[in-house]
């Protein structure tokens, strides 16, 4: 009896198995991007704020120090830089289009809101390491940002209107003029088109206006060892994974990704797939940099992905032809506009070094 169950079960595991290996078809949902309404006056503040040094515990480093304009608001260097004192353990991503999304950091570990995001890179000792009270009496010090918040409905200079007028420049910061929107692609891109959302498969996971599901995968990729062998980058590391709660963290010598949200062994090495916007700027690539290039990002998956227990059984070697390979990567050059690096979106006005001193300043109000 008991071998006829098991049996009977075998069975229906096979017909089973037969159809989940059938290919899904996935439908290509890729298009423009929607407009995103931000208010001018509260963006504007918002990018004073961005640019400001002011905002970190020694005024050492602004959020643009790691999300560079001229990097596409990403980190040009494998590795993000850290708060002075010490490094990082992933790439920065770029901001760019960070608006649309509704799941931010590699791992996915935020979901709710940019007002959080902001926060927490604000907050957190080896990124800004700012406490909220200080930099609110920082702001209220200088006249120009008494002034700004006023005239962008805020009232005083506060923490909370902070975490609201960054998001608020944030959402200005979208792809402008891009050649896949606007219909005006190489012939080269387009049939590297035709290959995103066939044979190569890459659709699957980047699908939709930002060519993301905005879901955790394992593709595999390296580790990069400068997290773990250079001390400065790894207390930062250890901190991070200290805080989350990591087990075990000490030891541990690969980046949990998406398992430090769901604690599921079957998630370890997972990260949330990126947009595939802005690409043109945003080198080197991966969640640790360890791509250089979008030629070897196609070599990547042309290979299957890279060598992990826990890859995504969606990732096959794909057999791209050198001719293939190049019109694939003239494909996601075509999914970027222009560089957002003049004055509608990078501050560059000079901030205050000095202040005149306030008379009876334990009863003024601003
Ligand atoms: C010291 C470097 C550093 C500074 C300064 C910094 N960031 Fe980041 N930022 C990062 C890194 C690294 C990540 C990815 C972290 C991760 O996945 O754990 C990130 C992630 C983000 C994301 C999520 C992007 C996405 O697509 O998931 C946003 C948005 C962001 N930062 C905005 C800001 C803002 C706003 C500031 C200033 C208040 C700022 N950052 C300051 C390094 C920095
Ligand atoms: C199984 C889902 C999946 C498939 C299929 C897939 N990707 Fe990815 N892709 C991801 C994930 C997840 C990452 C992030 C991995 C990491 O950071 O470690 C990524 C990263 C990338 C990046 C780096 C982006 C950046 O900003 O760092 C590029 C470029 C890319 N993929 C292009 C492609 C192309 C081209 C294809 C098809 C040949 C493809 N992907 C197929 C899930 C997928």
């Not at 098991?6 to 290919?23: E, N, Y």
């Not at 040094?53 to 990097?71: E, K, Q, W, Y």
């Not at 490094?87 to 509704?102: L, W």
Request: a neutral charge.
């Amino acid at each position: 009896m008991g071998v006829q169950l098991s049996k009977r079960c075998a069975l229906l595991a096979v017909a089973l198995g037969v159809v989940l290996a059938a290919p899904a078809v996935i439908a290509a949902d890729i298009g423009p991007l929607p407009a995103l309404k931000y208010d001018k006056a509260k963006a504007e503040l918002g990018k004073r704020l961005f640019f400001d040094m002011r905002l970190s515990g020694d005024a050492g480093i602004a959020c643009s120090t790691c999300h560079d304009p001229a990097n596409g608001f990403s980190s040009p260097t494998a590795l993000s830089k850290g708060y002075p004192g010490n490094g990082h353990f992933r790439n920065a991503p770029s901001v760019i289009n960070a608006g649309h999304k509704k799941v931010w950091m590699h791992d996915g570990r935020l979901g709710t809101s940019l007002n959080d995001v902001t926060r927490e890179m604000i907050t957190e000792d080896y990124i800004m390491n700012m406490d909220m009270r200080i930099m609110q009496e920082r702001l209220k010090q200088d006249p120009v940002y008494v002034k700004m918040f006023k005239d962008a409905g805020y009232g005083e200079p506060s923490n909370g209107k902070v975490r609201k007028a960054i998001p608020e420049y944030l959402m200005s910061l979208t792809s402008k003029n891009v050649p896949f929107d606007k219909g005006t692609m190489s012939a080269a891109a387009k049939r590297g088109m035709k290959l995103f959302t066939g044979k190569a498969g890459c659709v699957q996971c980047h699908n939709g206006p930002l060519f993301t599901d905005q879901k955790a995968h394992n593709t595999g990729v390296p580790e990069n060892f400068d997290v773990f062998l250079d001390p400065m980058n790894h207390q930062a590391f250890l901190a991070f994974a200290m805080f989350q709660g990591i087990e075990n963290y000490m030891n541990l010598k690969r980046d949990p990704g998406y398992y430090n949200v769901t604690t599921d062994k079957a998630d370890m090495g997972k990260f949330i797939t990126p947009s595939l916007r802005e690409l043109k700027y945003t080198a080197p690539y991966m969640h640790n940099g360890m791509v250089k290039t979008l030629e070897d990002v196609v070599v990547f998956y042309n290979n299957g992905g890279g060598e992990d227990s826990n890859k995504s059984s969606l990732l096959k070697p794909l057999g791209l032809s050198k001719g293939e390979r190049s019109d694939l990567v003239a494909f996601l050059l075509s999914l970027s506009g222009d560089p957002l690096t003049g004055a509608e979106y990078v501050w560059q006005e000079p901030y205050p070094e000095e202040y005149e001193a306030i008379a009876n300043w334990q009863k003024v109000r601003n």
